[in-house]
């Protein structure tokens, strides 16, 4: 379905289901004695959502070893390069206050080892929200930092709500925005970045995703949407994301005083010992895209 500006979803429809697949592919990275990630939480997660192409996924079936972007160990890389960039972020800053737009199924307040005193904000849809904490809860999952959550959808004004929820202006802070910016029209993007600006103070820190647009072909969207379908997903992106001309996010940034830094996708897999992807849509990873992180000095 579309989007629209008032668009509703849980963590099986729309957006949300965008949330599961992420967790599942975390649960994936997460399995068998040589396993590339320590997510214990991605996999019943995933499983009490309910959605049966991505348990599927997580039992080894749908995906298939024939498309070079879409089979099951690329899948399984880009969640590990994906997750380990901004694991890192988080507890390399230092920060002991951190942001988590969009948290959907993100369990990074109950996995990481974060520093003492850390208190870890995640900004999402109630229904997602709750959801999360009564699955968590009944799993016997326990916060590793103060959680605080934020049950509110980024249209709204959610600086107001996440200061009601403790939030500190005064205090550095460690943002992320992980798989986000492309599901935001392109003018609530530079409204995100300019909430994010006026509430950060000098020494914050920012990672997020960046997309090299010029890269890309101009069917992009579709091309993913047919790769995806043959390779077993219900879900079509190009109804999700939200095409068209926006602003680069480093250039944003830097205009709002931040200093920039992008790790082009192809540096960070080989970091992880991983070879980018090479076929007609490689360019989706491929070009100038990969992660981007700001600091605010």
């Known amino acids: 379905m579309t989007r629209t500006d008032s668009d509703t979803w849980d963590l099986a429809s729309s957006v949300g289901a965008t949330a599961t697949a992420v967790a599942a592919g975390r649960a994936m990275a997460s399995q068998g004695p040589d396993a590339l990630l320590e997510d214990p939480w ?18 080894g079936g ?23 960039f901004f694991d890192d972020f988080l507890i390399d800053s230092g920060l002991t206050q951190a942001v988590i737009l969009a948290s959907g199924l993100d369990t990074r307040a109950y996995r ?8 870890v904000f995640e900004v999402d849809q109630p229904e997602v929200i709750d959801f999360k904490t009564r699955t968590l809860a009944a799993l016997g999952a326990t916060p590793s930092a103060d959680r605080r959550t934020v049950g509110i959808d980024l249209r709204d004004d959610w600086p107001t709500a996440l200061r009601q929820a403790g939030f500190d202006p005064s205090r550095p802070t460690a943002w992320i925005a992980e798989g986000l910016l492309i599901y935001l029209p ?9 909430h994010i600006t006026a509430l950060s103070a000098p020494g914050s820190r920012l990672a997020t995703e960046h997309m090299d647009m010029d890269a890309l072909p101009a ?45 082009r996708a192809a540096d960070a897999f080989a970091a992880n010992g991983f070879e980018l992807p090479t076929d007609d849509l490689s360019a989706f990873l491929g070009g100038d895209s990969g992660y981007l992180t700001a600091a605010l000095e």
Not at 63 to 82: G, H
Not at 220 to 229: E, G, L, V, Y
């Open 186 to 194: 392109p003018d609530a993007q530079d409204t995100l970045f300019d």
């Open 112 to 119: 990481l080892t974060w520093p003492a005193g850390t208190t």
């Open 219 to 263: 069917d992009w969207a579709q091309k993913i949407d047919q790769r995806s379908q043959q390779a077993g997903s219900d879900i079509r992106l190009s109804e999700l994301f939200y095409q068209g001309q926006r602003n680069s996010a480093g250039a944003y940034l830097q205009g709002l005083g931040w200093q920039t830094r992008t790790l």
């Open 62 to 84: 749908v995906l298939t070893e024939d498309d070079p972007l879409m089979s099951r160990q690329t899948m399984i890389e880009q969640m590990v390069v994906r997750t380990r």
């Open 42 to 59: 991605a996999d019943p997660l995933v499983r009490a959502v309910g959605v049966e192409q991505f348990i599927a996924m997580i039992d």
